[in-house]
Structures are given as C-alpha cells and as structure tokens.
C-alpha cells in the first residue's frame, strides 16, 4: 500500500486552486522537458516538428507482477495549453519505484485525435533503472520511440526499478476544478 500511496503524490499539481494547479503542472512539465532534452538530444527537434507534443510527470511503482502509476499532463497545441492527468497499470515482474517524464511529439493529426479522443495506449517495457537525486548520476535505459505518428522520449528522474512489464496509460482532461488532489498548505 505505500507504493499506491506515494504513486498518487508524485507528479500532481499542487495547489489551492485550478488556476494555481494549472501553473505548478507548467511549472513542472517544462522542468522535466529540460531533463527530456538533456538525455534525448533528438527530442527538441521532434518537438518543434510536431504538430502537438504532451509532456508528463508521475511515477511508476512495480511490485512483483503489478505496476501502478499515474501523474499530470500538459497538452501544448497550437500556443494552446489543455491538462490532463493520467494513471498507468500494468503486469509483468517488477520491483520499485520512479519518478519519470515523458514527452509525446504528435507527428501526425490521427495520432493526436487518438490521443484526445481515446486517451489509451498501452506499451510493452523492460528496464533497469535507477536516479540519484544527491548526484545527479543516473544509471537507466531511458527509453524513445516512434510509433503511428507519436514519438515518445522518457527519463528517470528519480528512483529505482527493475522490471519487465506490459503497461496501460489512461489520459482524462481535467480542469482542475474537480481534481483529487488538494494542497492544504
């Protein structure tokens, strides 16, 4: 249960209101953009080609044979920005945890209507990873690919794991308005 527990906390926007909500996830995806371009160099220009690109933070957490996660997403359109959370579940053999970015570059109009529309996509991972946040050093097989139109760049910014897993992602809009997670600072 801590897993699920710390699943939940990392990569939410914090705040009291939509409005401050919304400003902590641009916040924090542009700051994980900086560590996507960093470790992909073939990323800015994927980005910058796309016809759209959503950028994400969360955590995974893998325990045996399931893996949990979810995080926040901005969606930058056209000079347009549009938030969306996501969760993640999986199956396969896994032990860990890990904060971690990704960036989607949508390359093709269908591709981004799928991901409005339908919100699904589901992956097949295998990795060792682990981040050291007093060094900075990161031992990781940080993962890029291109399929049907949507590259996709991820990093490790946190944690460790080891695992083997066939995952699901499920993407909702939000507003905030509505949103579970709450600041009570």
């Known amino acids: 249960m801590a897993f699920i527990g710390v699943t939940l906390v990392a990569g939410c926007a914090t705040g009291n209101t939509p409005e401050a909500k919304k400003a902590n996830a641009r916040k924090e995806t542009q700051e994980a953009l900086g560590s996507i371009y960093a470790q992909h160099p073939g990323a800015k220009k994927a980005v910058a080609n796309s016809i759209a690109h959503v950028v994400c933070t969360g955590s995974n957490s893998y325990l045996f044979a399931l893996s949990t996660g979810g995080g926040v997403c901005v969606l930058n359109e056209g000079g347009k920005s549009s938030y969306y959370r996501f969760a993640t579940g999986g199956v396969g053999a896994g032990i ?7 960036v989607q570059a949508f390359m093709k109009r269908d591709a981004l209507q799928r991901f409005k529309e339908s ?3 589901g992956q097949a991972q295998a990795e060792a990873s682990a981040k050291y946040k007093e060094n900075d050093e990161q031992v990781s097989a940080n993962q890029s690919v291109d399929v049907d139109g949507v590259k996709t760049y991820q990093v ?15 993407y909702w809009p939000t507003d905030f308005s509505e949103d579970f997670m709450q600041n009570k600072g």
Request: hydrophobic share 45%; net charge positive; charged share 10%.
């Open 119 to 121: 919100g699904y996509e």
């Open 156 to 170: 490790n910014l946190l944690g460790a794991a080891a695992q083997a897993t066939v995952q699901g992602y499920k």
């Open 96 to 102: 860990g945890w890990k904060q971690v970015a990704f």
